[in-house]
């Protein structure tokens, strides 16, 4: 039982930064759509994809969409929270079993990979559906958004967060892997 | 600009609508959605309307706490109604170089711009009348019937509650190390987008490892007081279903069917 609370008390933590990391750093990415703003809210979820699998990463993921669905004043975030959960949930959830099978630098990075595409993937439809059926914008006007807005933006939100959660999981995982060490060790 | 943020937005108060359990302001909510959703003429959403005002009313939070939440929705708000102004094909009514408005458009997108005011009005007052406790509360015995499919209902609330406790400890340290990083020569807030993306790592590892730090001593605390996970818990405030949530569930059940009524035979 004592993994168990660990886990549970260090998943919430990675949801906390994950809000937190959401509504500090913002900036838009491509200038010609000021509203699609870049954050980085995912890379906690991807590391604790990467530390404790893609479940616990679905786990915080689905934590910080109640979270932003409950605080942050509803309406759009109702609908903001259910494409976060979906958009977000899919690159943890293929980030994660991927390294899970391939549990090394290279597999990290086809992870990050392939779940970067899925996700772009998957915006597609969401957006197709949600904005058109949400907003009433008609489906022609949302469909010539795709390829020169949404694609590009997802892309490149998704590689810089990939990028990000490459560079940081190293130090954070060695920490981790020293700890338990740690405490292990006062164990004996 | 750390200040800015404010989680959660709850009024204290102990009017009628405050009083109901958190459960029934979530069905609640996810009820009048749907009511909004399906209804589609002038008379359902005069009900919605009058229904909305008198739930704002009887809520007693000030109109312009109500109001605020929209602040975020201006752009949007715009974006929805201009879009479907001048997109909607129909008769033409008015034209300016390219812009053409037209009578159907007009009332689309007044009805799309209402729809979305409705939306965001009484679905605010869902966080602004309960506590975010209260509501993960709330949530955790809402999922309990999908335990069995293994939805983890005990261990997600209890993150949440854990992620809406630790926020302001967080942001405090995050601050804390960006001055730190900052007084090291560290840039945050300039530059192009991969230098910005750069900036963050320095902030980032120290955050994460300090978060794991606070993680660990707060699995030690409640291990000390023998936590051992949702089975057999005990509450010192235990939620209650009380008559008036009936009545109220009741009362919106009836309005969904009133908007599926005015949908199909209005």
Same mark, same amino acid.
């Given at each position: ?188 | ?140 015995? *809402?999922?309990?019937? @999908? ?5 983890? !209902?005990? &261990? +997600? %609330? $209890?993150? =949440? ?42 902030? *980032?590892?120290?955050? @994460? ?5 606070? !993680?660990? &001593? +707060? %699995? $030690?605390? =409640? ?42 035979? *209005?």
């Amino acid at each position: 039982m004592k993994d168990g609370t660990k886990k549970l008390s260090r998943l919430a933590v990675l949801s906390a930064l994950s809000i937190i990391l959401m509504f500090m750093v913002r900036f838009p990415l491509i200038p010609a759509a000021p509203f699609l703003e870049y954050e980085p809210g995912d890379v906690p979820a991807l590391i604790a994809a990467f530390l404790f699998g893609p479940g616990a990463g679905l786990l915080v993921t689905l934590a910080v969409s109640l979270v932003q669905a409950l605080t942050v004043s509803a309406g759009s975030g109702w609908i903001g929270a259910i494409m976060h959960f979906v958009a977000t949930g899919t690159m943890v959830v293929v980030a994660g079993s991927i390294y899970q099978r391939f549990h090394n630098f290279g597999g990290a990075l086809m992870a990050l990979i392939v779940s970067s595409l899925c996700m772009t993937t998957v915006m597609i439809p969401l957006n197709l559906f949600f904005t058109t059926k949400f907003m009433n914008v008609p489906v022609e006007a949302v469909r010539a958004m795709i390829f020169p807005i949404i694609v590009p933006f997802n892309l490149l939100k998704a590689t810089l967060n990939s990028c990000l959660t490459v560079v940081v999981y190293k130090p954070v995982g060695s920490f981790m892997r020293l700890e338990v060490q740690r405490t292990v060790g006062e164990g004996r | 600009m750390l200040k800015d943020i404010t989680i959660g937005q709850y009024i204290p108060g102990d009017s009628l609508i405050h009083l109901l359990d958190p459960r029934t302001k979530i069905l609640g909510a996810m009820a009048f959605i749907l009511a909004l959703f399906i209804a589609s003429g002038p008379e359902g959403y005069l009900i919605l309307t009058l229904f909305s005002i008198i739930i704002i009313i009887l809520s007693r939070i000030p109109t312009s706490f109500v109001l605020r939440g929209l602040k975020p929705l201006y752009y949007i708000l715009a974006f929805t109604v201009l879009l479907n102004f001048f997109l909607t094909p129909g008769v033409e009514i008015w034209r300016w170089k390219f812009l053409r408005l037209t009578e159907e458009g007009l009332r689309q997108g007044l009805f799309m711009g209402w729809r979305l005011l409705l939306l965001v009005l009484t679905t605010s007052l869902l966080t602004l009348t309960s506590s975010p406790i209260a509501l993960t509360d709330g949530i955790e015995r *809402l999922l309990n019937p @999908f335990k069995t499919i293994g939805v983890p !209902a005990h &261990e +997600l %609330a $209890m993150m =949440m509650t854990i992620a809406l406790r630790f926020i302001p400890t967080l942001l405090e340290e995050t601050d804390k190390i960006m001055k730190a990083q900052m007084a090291r020569g560290a840039e945050f807030e300039s530059g192009n987008i991969v230098q910005r993306a750069k900036g963050m790592v320095p902030l *980032l590892v120290p955050l @994460f490892i300090s978060a794991f730090r606070r !993680a660990d &001593e +707060l %699995a $030690m605390a =409640m291990e000390a007081r023998c936590y051992r996970g949702g089975e057999g818990r005990t509450r010192m405030k235990q939620l209650e279903m009380k008559k008036r949530d009936y009545y109220a569930l009741t009362l919106m059940g009836l309005l969904v069917i009133f908007a599926i009524y005015e949908r199909l035979c *209005l």
